[in-house]
């Protein structure tokens, strides 16, 4: 394992932000453990109410022009990520405070004032149902060296914002892990797909190539640039490591018209191989953009660490 960190030169073409909303309760909410997993429609709403058709470039990204790109890549997600408090559930009652954070990458950290509208537009309309109304109490923003910047008022009130922006490459060094095997702990339930089948227990070689794939996506979409230009000796490294999760959990979501329900994977999986660190680069990142379905929203967010 390098103690020297290993990445693509063109992540220092990348950037992203992270702003942090703490929302003060105006009316009270039931908070299931799904409850926040579910605020797709009700941001989408939000959006169209204040953006107008505006707010489909940040929910709906255009498919690429370059052939190659979009056989490669498919329908891109959207530009951020909503990054949830772990297990949050309980009665949210008036003046509890829930807090999350969103990452915006590349050029989605420009529309930053756009998704303060939003929040707070959702603060009017609620939750879940029109339950859980509140009003944004404060907003801080995460600086390149780990510290967040409280905002005035004036931000509150939508005044155009400046994001801080933190370097991919900048971020990577001081997170790099200089040591194996890896703990990747996913907080909100990872739901892989694959040919139509859920993946309940998926081994890592199964894990690797989802994480990529969101990974160099999200890259190309919104900071223009193709970090990987041959997957295969990347796959062959995640075939070659050994790996075994533990505290497994499912946690079902939501239910779909069907009336089948919506779950995925919690846990932790244990990484070890010989060349681990020529990709860890990805572990990494996924740390910032979640991996499987419904990740924009909250779904399949992990933490990774060195073993002891």
Request: net charge negative.
């Amino acid at each position: 394992m390098s103690h020297y960190p290993v990445y693509p030169a063109c992540l220092s073409q990348g950037e992203f932000t992270v702003v942090a909303f703490a929302l003060d309760m105006l009316t009270g909410c039931r908070i299931e453990p799904g409850t926040l997993l579910c605020l797709r429609q009700p941001l989408r709403s939000a959006a169209a109410a204040v953006l107008g058709e505006c707010a489909l470039a940040l929910f709906d990204a255009p498919l690429s022009a370059d052939q190659w790109s979009l056989r490669r890549h498919q329908k891109p997600a959207p530009g951020f990520v909503l990054h949830l408090p772990r297990h949050k559930a309980g009665e949210m009652m008036e003046g509890d405070r829930l807090e999350f954070e969103f990452l915006l990458l590349g050029s989605t950290a420009q529309s930053i004032g756009d998704f303060v509208s939003i929040i707070r537009q959702l603060g009017t309309q609620g939750l879940a149902r029109g339950e859980g109304c509140f009003e944004i109490a404060e907003i801080r923003m995460l600086g390149p060296s780990g510290d967040w910047q409280r905002l005035g008022s004036a931000a509150l009130q939508g005044a155009d914002m400046t994001p801080r922006l933190i370097r991919l490459d900048h971020w990577l060094d001081d997170h790099w892990l200089p040591q194996v095997p890896v703990l990747i702990e996913f907080l909100t339930p990872l739901r892989l797909v694959t040919a139509g089948r859920v993946l309940r227990r998926p081994r890592f070689d199964q894990l690797f190539p989802f994480l990529l794939r969101r990974v160099t996506s999200m890259l190309h979409a919104y900071c223009a640039f193709e970090p990987v230009d041959d997957p295969a000796p990347l796959l062959k490294v995640a075939r070659n490591c050994h790996s075994g999760w533990s505290n497994i959990d499912w946690l079902d979501w939501r239910e779909t018209d069907r009336q089948e329900m919506v779950g995925g994977l919690l846990g932790t999986l244990r990484v070890d191989g010989p060349e681990l660190d020529a990709i860890l680069w990805v572990l990494l990142l996924s740390t910032l953009f979640g991996a499987g379905k419904g990740a924009a929203y909250g779904a399949g967010h992990c933490h990774l660490q060195a073993a002891e």
